[in-house]
């Protein structure tokens, strides 16, 4: 039987990441369950359910985040598709990329912008 913590986190990942979300879970299912359990019980289940920010405000953290560490394309293209996903807009996100190019370096800015323009890509050829 699942947590309460799995169930919440299973609905914020549906929410947040769609398919994309899936597609991690499921990859991690062969080689590591319990990191796949984690994934949804902590950062979704406790995290971002949490009252005291919006899942526009955890995106835009998240993605300049992923931005600021510079080596985590993946991931970053993950979240880039669910900021979009709850609400953000192309500028916004665009904003927040720029901004790290004052405190993480151009070359993770960079890395950050080209990723947005492979999710922007990425969007229009399935929509």
Do not use: W
């Amino acid at each position: 039987m699942q947590s309460t913590r799995y169930e919440i986190g299973l609905e914020q990942l549906a929410k947040i990441d769609g398919e994309a979300g899936e597609k991690v879970i499921e990859s991690l299912q062969d080689i590591c369950p319990d990191l796949a359990q984690y994934t949804i019980e902590y950062p979704f289940g406790d995290i971002y359910a949490r009252p005291g920010l919006d899942l526009q405000s955890r995106e835009i953290a998240t993605v300049a985040a992923l931005t600021a560490l510079g080596h985590c394309q993946p991931q970053l293209k993950v979240h880039l598709n669910a900021a979009l996903n709850v609400g953000c807009s192309e500028t916004q996100i665009k904003e927040v990329i720029l901004q790290m190019s004052v405190y993480a370096g151009f070359p993770a800015a960079l890395n950050g912008m080209f990723a947005f323009q492979d999710v922007l890509q990425e969007r229009s050829e399935i929509g």
